[in-house]
């Protein structure tokens, strides 16, 4: 028998399949990923998911792999290089907002040790689950939280951070488990620790 999964990404491309199994609301404490999802998430501003899922690869080797440091240190001449880029967003506004963002990242680090320790204290270092489930069908594309982790980051110098943005990290990141209540993952994702 076929696992029912959430609507969104049933009966589509298997890139979106394989994303919604294995990654979609795992809860992430690696740096590396944070920055990632951060890129993506901005990059996605205005695009479907599955543009940017099919140039995942391509932002990873223009990125210097989310390599946070060596992406703080992009000199105009390398975003030159990166607008002509066909295997990522050719956007210069949200190239130039990786680069900044990246500035930005490093300075969370030093203050509060990680940007996982940083972003987690949002939500109380636990994840959410599913409260829309009992109200609507379909999850919300916003919430207080994520306005709140906009704001925060917009403040500390971040870009494409708005919060609707926000809210598809926390749920990419796991810090809500979005999964339909009668998709499989939705309970594996649960029974999950935070940390």
């Known amino acids: 028998m076929k696992k029912k999964i959430c609507a969104w990404a049933a009966n589509t491309y298997s890139d979106y399949i394989n994303y919604h199994n294995e990654e979609w609301g795992v809860p992430v404490h690696e740096d590396k990923i944070h920055f990632e999802f951060l890129t993506l998430e901005g990059a996605q501003a205005g695009l479907s998911w599955r543009t940017i899922l099919n140039k995942r690869r391509?932002?990873?080797d223009a990125f210097a792999?989310?390599?946070v440091h060596l992406v703080s240190k992009f000199e105009s001449s390398h975003l030159d290089s990166l607008v002509k880029n066909s295997n990522i967003v050719r956007n210069r506004l949200k190239i130039v907002s990786?680069?900044?963002?990246a500035k930005a990242f490093i300075q969370i680090q030093k203050e509060f040790g990680s940007f996982d320790s940083y972003v987690w204290s949002f939500?109380?270092?636990q994840p959410i689950h599913g409260a829309w489930h009992a109200k609507k069908r379909i999850p919300?594309?916003?919430t207080n939280i994520s306005l709140q982790l906009s704001n925060e980051l917009k403040k500390r110098g971040f870009k494409f951070v708005g919060s609707t943005i926000m809210y598809s990290y926390m749920q990419a990141i796991g810090m809500v488990n979005?999964?339909?209540p009668e998709c499989y993952r939705?309970?594996?994702?649960k029974s999950l620790?935070?940390?």
């Open 58 to 60: 391509g932002y990873r």
């Open 140 to 142: 919300p594309t916003q």
């Open 123 to 125: 939500v109380n270092y």
């Open 193 to 195: 620790k935070a940390s």
């Open 178 to 180: 979005d999964h339909s």
């Open 186 to 189: 939705y309970l594996q994702i």
């Open 65 to 67: 792999d989310f390599d």
């Open 98 to 101: 990786v680069i900044e963002n």
